[in-house]
């Protein structure tokens, strides 16, 4: 029944997704645990419903395609906690850019070594190589350079899940305090839901996140078509 009202209806992924993250949250703040971050939650209660109903992920696709076209616009708003911080963004201009680039070559570099090692296809390679960045921008480049656009979607969002949950261990364990390198890190590895995390911390470290996917999502553009061709 529930498989059958998926196919029909172009509303019920939408309603699924915003009911997982609804209830994400309310576990999250009830619980206070770094591990249960709500998108998190939400992912696992989302898989189970589909698995448990044998609902068609084409099906779960197309009626949850609007939040999917939201991705742009939401990723666009992070400018107004940058423009807030704009004189601070003017001073640590260089080193802010240097930082980003050293991030973006980093994190390409790092996935050709490890598809070496582990002995990953090419089209894992190149799907893994855009992990870093927006879901909006990460599919195009990986469609562009040959990935599997569906498998970079599962990769981004593992990615900024993982970055969002371990932010406060690595920063701790390496003993990062000054809020621009922290927001920076975190726009840089782990995108938008990384910037979430961030935005708790601080509105410097929210808007330094915000700046950093802009950045990492135009220099990941001209990096990761080059570093592919290795």
């Given at each position: 029944?529930?498989h059958?009202?998926?196919?029909?209806?172009?509303?019920?992924?939408?309603l699924?997704?915003i009911?997982?993250?609804?209830?994400?949250?309310k576990i999250?703040g009830?619980?206070k645990?770094?591990?249960c971050?709500?998108l998190?939650?939400?992912?696992i209660l989302a898989?189970?419903?589909i698995y448990i109903?044998?609902?068609?992920?084409?099906?779960?696709?197309?009626?949850?395609?609007?939040l999917?076209?939201l991705?742009?616009?939401?990723t666009i708003?992070?400018?107004?906690p940058?423009?807030?911080q704009?004189e601070r963004l003017?001073?640590?201009?260089?080193?802010?850019?240097?930082?980003?680039?050293?991030?973006v070559?980093?994190?390409?570099?790092?996935i050709?070594?490890?598809?070496?090692?582990?002995?990953?296809?090419?089209e894992?390679?190149?799907?893994?190589m855009?992990k870093?960045?927006t879901t909006?921008?990460a599919?195009?480049?990986?469609?562009?350079?040959?990935g599997n656009?569906?498998?970079?979607?599962?990769?981004?969002?593992?990615?900024?899940?993982?970055?969002?949950?371990?932010?406060k261990?690595?920063?701790?364990?390496f003993r990062?305090?000054?809020p621009?390198a922290?927001?920076?890190?975190?726009?840089n590895?782990?995108?938008a839901?990384g910037?979430t995390?961030?935005?708790e911390l601080?509105?410097?470290e929210g808007?330094?996140?915000s700046l950093?996917i802009?950045?990492?999502?135009i220099m990941?553009?001209?990096v990761?078509?080059?570093?592919?061709m290795?």
């Amino acid at each position: 029944m529930l498989h059958k009202y998926m196919s029909e209806t172009l509303v019920f992924g939408c309603l699924l997704s915003i009911l997982c993250f609804w209830i994400g949250k309310k576990i999250a703040g009830k619980l206070k645990w770094t591990i249960c971050n709500p998108l998190l939650i939400a992912s696992i209660l989302a898989v189970a419903v589909i698995y448990i109903f044998h609902i068609e992920m084409a099906d779960y696709e197309r009626s949850s395609a609007i939040l999917t076209k939201l991705l742009t616009p939401a990723t666009i708003s992070l400018a107004v906690p940058m423009y807030r911080q704009l004189e601070r963004l003017k001073a640590y201009a260089g080193a802010i850019l240097i930082s980003i680039f050293s991030g973006v070559l980093a994190g390409g570099i790092t996935i050709i070594g490890l598809a070496g090692v582990l002995g990953l296809s090419e089209e894992w390679k190149l799907s893994l190589m855009p992990k870093s960045i927006t879901t909006a921008i990460a599919m195009g480049i990986s469609e562009e350079i040959g990935g599997n656009p569906t498998l970079t979607v599962g990769v981004v969002v593992f990615t900024g899940l993982l970055g969002a949950i371990i932010l406060k261990g690595v920063c701790k364990l390496f003993r990062i305090t000054h809020p621009v390198a922290i927001g920076l890190a975190c726009g840089n590895a782990a995108h938008a839901i990384g910037t979430t995390k961030a935005v708790e911390l601080g509105e410097i470290e929210g808007a330094m996140s915000s700046l950093s996917i802009v950045v990492a999502g135009i220099m990941t553009v001209v990096v990761v078509p080059i570093l592919a061709m290795l």
